[in-house]
């Protein structure tokens, strides 16, 4: 009868064919910062460029009644898809992830008014958004910033733009309901409330940027402690996007890794087909039920 680990071993190796559906999970986490960071200037300069306006609006929402609809309406649907998909580390990530994408689908769908008193969808539309980045600000902070008693250097630095951009956003949206309150904003013809979305949006771009590995990611180098190749036990193999987020998973759990490839070709600049993920022989106990979860959410193969 083979040991535990090895028929972990065993069975992460046969199924890494099954983990390009993983292969751009990464990808998707940057694709959501992007649309963050560049939804404010597409929807300005194409209602310019493409429409021929010349007029800055007072706030993003307003683009909906622009030859812009469909970008903005396609961009906050796609960040709601990508929420209501998103897989976490516990119950708390998935149902905070799910109320900011339910919040999302009011923005897209209950459109503010163009101009004039706003009626109860223009609220809808105002409460939804409010909910919406207040929630991804929190997330930010909290949920984002958890992991290892003893983080990475790496991990420190991304904990600190995690606050960063949450603090931020939280300011920002904070202005945003002063200027309501007390300079009668709703209907003045200023560009504040602009800026101070563009500015929520960047800094939540960021954040999942960071998230999606673009900022201080994890270096797959050796660590002292894991010098003695025979403590060492294969928990994974696949592409190394899939890699870099188990590896991550791992590590915000306490259980530290190391990512190999033998074949060298990193050493050449060129991208290995696959990475093989390591763990101390010390930590198998405490990171397989971790590994299983991660078989039992991401193996497609799995009968039930």
Known sequence: ??????????FMAIRS?????????????????????????????GNLILYGDRKVLTNMSVYYHTGMRDVFVGAICAIALFLFFYKGYDRWDNVSADIAGACALGVAFFPTVEDGPWDWIAWVHFTSAACFLVILALISIFLFTRGDRHPTVMKKKRNLVYRVCGIVMLA??????????????????????????????????????????????????????????????RVFVGPEPTALLMLEMLEETGVKGLMKNDSGLGYLGAVPPVMDLYIMEEDLEKATPLINDFREKHDPGKES
């Open 1 to 10: 009868m083979q040991p535990a680990w090895q028929e972990l071993t065993d």
């Open 17 to 45: 064919d099954h983990t390009e559906q993983l292969h751009s999970y990464l990808a998707l986490r940057k694709a959501v910062g992007w649309i963050g960071i560049f939804l404010p200037f597409v929807l300005v300069l």
């Open 172 to 233: 920002a949206l904070a202005s945003i309901e002063i200027y309501f309150l007390f300079f009668d904003g709703i209907n003045s013809d200023s560009r504040f409330v602009l800026i101070a979305e563009t500015v929520t949006l960047m800094a939540f771009g960021i954040s999942w940027l960071t998230k999606g590995g673009t900022l201080y990611p994890d270096k797959p180098i050796k660590k002292d402690y894991m010098e003695n190749e025979e403590k060492l036990i």
